[in-house]
């Protein structure tokens, strides 16, 4: 632990990785507000000093404060990690008071009715505000153990990304600095679609070839997004991307990756949907990542065949056959 003077950091939401995200805080020095919606759940994690539904086995570090107070979570952050589903990001915002220095967000996503990416979602209720996205290849009971991981901070403002990379990250959680926002923000979006569908053909039985055909094919789509946004093509090489893409499509705890499996032994969306704890970010994502790029005028022909198979406008073996007849063309 840093021998520094702890400083103070609020996280928005208790999910599993906003609890990794406190406890990763809290290691690297901080004293750590996390705020809870419920606030069953808040008492519960405060008495425990733990996250029995999100992130069992795992204890809180004393310097965090479990809390239902959101204003008791904020005062005196320096700054502000959101990790709450980018679906439910504005009305968080809305009901929120006001947030005191930077916002981080550390949600991936397309908002589903008016297709922004979460920071242009800050953008537009907290405007003037300084906001950064942190975004890489973690699954959160990895971070929450103190495994090596590496995450990239991305903004425009060189000051804040350093700050957040210096306060939060700690020698098993190795933070990059990034100046690609709209890059990295893409990238942790798309990557879900294309976990929904790298997960739909293994379970299908279509083998480990069409599998890493289709992740490849489906990183050419994110980083022509990105591009078409005004972000660079190289961040789609980096962790927010390629690390981002290779570790959902193919870890054993991806979300997205276990509703394509099942997707593709023939569960229907509501079944494969039931009874999960977790938010597969990918169903949501989906269609509104294709409007945005059709806005664009960008093809994104993996991200559309999964938005038409979670729709049930297509079978998978449609999606598919409409992926292989598309037209030959140079790589």
């Given amino acids: 632990m840093s021998s520094r003077r702890p400083r103070r950091i609020a996280v928005l939401g208790a999910g599993a990785w906003g609890t990794a995200l406190a406890v990763q805080a809290a290691r690297a020095g901080n004293r750590v507000g996390l705020w809870a919606r419920d606030p069953v759940r808040a008492r519960a994690m405060a008495a425990t000093q733990q996250n029995d539904t999100y992130l069992p086995g795992i204890p809180l570090a004393g310097a965090i404060t479990p809390t239902f107070d959101a204003a008791a979570a904020l005062e005196g952050a320096l700054f502000t990690l959101l990790v709450v589903p980018v679906q439910h990001l504005r009305s968080v915002l809305e009901t929120l008071p006001d947030l005191g220095g930077a916002l981080v967000v550390c949600a991936k996503g397309v908002e589903r009715d008016t297709l922004r990416l979460p920071l242009e979602i800050?953008?537009?209720?907290?405007?003037?505000?300084?906001?950064?996205?942190?975004?890489?290849?973690?699954?959160?009971?990895?971070?929450?153990?103190?495994?090596?991981?590496?995450?990239?901070?991305?903004?425009e403002d060189v000051g804040l990304r350093n700050l957040v990379a210096e306060l939060l990250g700690s020698t098993g959680f190795r933070l990059y600095g990034g100046d690609d926002p709209v890059g990295v923000q893409v990238g942790g979006a798309a990557k879900n679609v294309i976990a929904i569908a790298a997960g739909a053909v293994i379970g299908a039985g279509l083998g480990e070839n069409a599998r890493a055909a289709l992740v490849t094919r489906g990183l050419?789509?994110?980083?022509?997004?990105?591009?078409?946004?005004?972000?660079?093509?190289?961040?789609?090489?980096?962790?927010?991307?390629?690390?981002?893409?290779?570790?959902?499509?193919?870890?054993?705890?991806?979300?997205?990756t276990a509703l394509g499996h099942e997707l593709g032994r023939g569960a229907t969306l509501a079944h494969a949907l039931a009874g999960r704890v977790g938010v597969a970010e990918g169903v949501a994502t989906a269609p509104a990542i294709v409007a945005r790029a059709a806005q664009l005028g960008v093809e994104l022909p993996i991200c559309a065949a999964v938005a038409q198979l979670l729709a049930g406008e297509a079978t998978l073996g449609e999606a598919m056959g409409r992926l292989l007849a598309r037209p030959r063309r140079d790589e």
């Avoid at 953008?123 to 890489?136: C, D, K, T």
């Avoid at 929450?144 to 903004?155: E, F, H, I, K």
């Avoid at 050419?220 to 789609?236: D, P």
């Fill in 220 to 256: 050419a789509e994110l980083s022509r997004l990105a591009v078409a946004l005004g972000g660079k093509a190289e961040t789609a090489a980096g962790l927010s991307g390629l690390g981002d893409l290779l570790l959902t499509t193919t870890g054993p705890g991806s979300r997205n």
């Fill in 122 to 155: 800050l953008a537009e209720l907290r405007p003037g505000q300084p906001a950064a996205v942190l975004s890489g290849p973690n699954f959160a009971h990895e971070v929450a153990r103190g495994l090596p991981a590496a995450a990239v901070v991305a903004s």
